[in-house]
């Protein structure tokens, strides 16, 4: 996909009253049709459809690669793709079937920022009235997305495989100790089973026994203290050692609900992180409407990495607001950060990316001139633009 925009498209060689079929579309964009419009198992059931060979262990690249090949011809896999393609997206081909160029620019920008394009990608390619450009333009952002979308979720699947594994674990430690409690309260209702056997057995001989003497019954009374005390301390040690249990069960159901919390809000900043990427994508600003409007308010940003700032500043720019960074002291003047928090709407910073001193200033200087004050768990972009989606739901 590469050398998408390097070349110019080759006309169809279908008649323009109709839309492509795949194999009349130009093959450099095959592979980018197939691995963005249809799934590895629709891949692997078009295969067994057509018949085609491959190796008794091919891989999904293998799958892939044979598709790829046999749609650039007129042929039995290539009809196949074609009807299955056609049926699996009839409602956005409708949806395109008559619109003009300005239309047709619109419904993909839109795509783009909801992050549904396969339907729209493959109705674009067939109609035969896309202009060239727009088709340039639709093969170059989804070339790009591919990119950027492996870049931008590879750290959140880091994080959130690890969240996924501390989840295993304390669910499995969960299940562990109440199968301990099940046990320990079994146990204690045979010690009491045992217990109550053994008075009645004993209420027995005493009934059978013939004029028992006084200092027999004084001895059965102290026998049957002596086991009553023993069974009661045990019952005691049980009863311990089922709060301690029930204590360390409520320690673990309060990491549980820790680490889901900490799910929840990883992917809350990575749909926050893609929603930023799609905004900084779309090239049509009057199609592309941004998720959350400043109004013009002034953002300073105080510490985090100094790299990221461009992003930073694109993002509450296309949120039509206003940026400004300062990197907390360590190469640029305090005083200067003064006179950045003075004319503040709202103050972002990490806390994870600053100094401690530098922080409580900042906090303090909000406090004391009511100024908004938003820390950041993290100097990343998708903390940033979690945040700036909240806002507009706090607005609203």
Aim: charged share 25%; hydrophobic share 40%.
């Amino acid at each position: 996909m590469c050398d998408l925009t390097k070349k110019r498209f080759a006309p169809p060689r279908a008649p323009a009253s109709r839309r492509l079929r795949l194999w009349e579309v130009d093959r450099r964009f095959h592979c980018a049709i197939l691995g963005t419009c249809l799934t590895l198992q629709e891949l692997h059931k078009v295969i067994r459809q057509a018949g085609l060979i491959l190796e008794p262990k091919h891989s999904d690249y293998d799958a892939h690669n044979a598709l790829v090949a046999s749609a650039g011809q007129e042929c039995h896999a290539a009809r196949l793709l074609t009807r299955l393609l056609d049926r699996k997206y009839r409602t956005p081909i409708s949806q395109l079937a008559k619109g003009d160029d300005k239309a047709l620019r619109s419904h993909w920008a839109q795509a783009l920022q909801t992050g549904d394009i396969a339907g729209p990608f493959w109705g674009l390619v067939t109609l035969p009235h896309t202009s060239p450009e727009l088709i340039q333009r639709v093969y170059g952002d989804v070339h790009m997305l591919s990119h950027l979308a492996g870049a931008s979720n590879r750290a959140d699947l880091r994080r959130l495989a690890t969240l996924e594994a501390g989840m295993a674990e304390l669910r499995e430690s969960a299940l562990h100790t109440a199968r301990q409690q099940r046990q320990q309260l079994a146990q204690k209702d045979a010690v009491i089973a045992e217990l109550e056997a053994q008075l009645l057995r004993r209420l027995a001989r005493d009934k059978q026994a013939s004029a028992p003497t006084e200092a027999d019954l004084s001895e059965q009374l102290c026998a049957s203290r002596r086991e009553l005390t023993q069974s009661l301390r045990q019952l005691e040690r049980t009863r311990r050692r089922l709060i301690s249990l029930s204590r360390r069960n409520d320690h673990l159901q309060e990491q549980l609900e820790s680490a889901r919390t900490a799910l929840r809000e990883a992917e809350a900043e990575q749909q926050a992180a893609e929603l930023a990427f799609h905004q900084l994508l779309v090239t049509d600003q009057a199609a592309a409407a941004p998720a959350t409007d400043l109004c013009g308010r002034q953002i300073v940003y105080v510490g985090g990495r100094t790299s990221l700032s461009p992003h930073f500043r694109t993002l509450v720019e296309k949120c039509h607001g206003r940026f400004e960074h300062h990197d907390g002291g360590v190469e640029e003047s305090r005083a200067n950060l003064h006179c950045l928090l003075s004319k503040a709407d709202m103050v972002f910073c990490p806390i994870d990316c600053i100094s401690h001193d530098a922080c409580l200033k900042v906090k303090r200087f909000c406090k004391q001139n009511a100024k908004a004050f938003i820390p950041l768990r993290s100097s990343g972009l998708s903390a940033f633009a979690k945040e700036l989606s909240q806002l507009s739901r706090t607005d609203t």
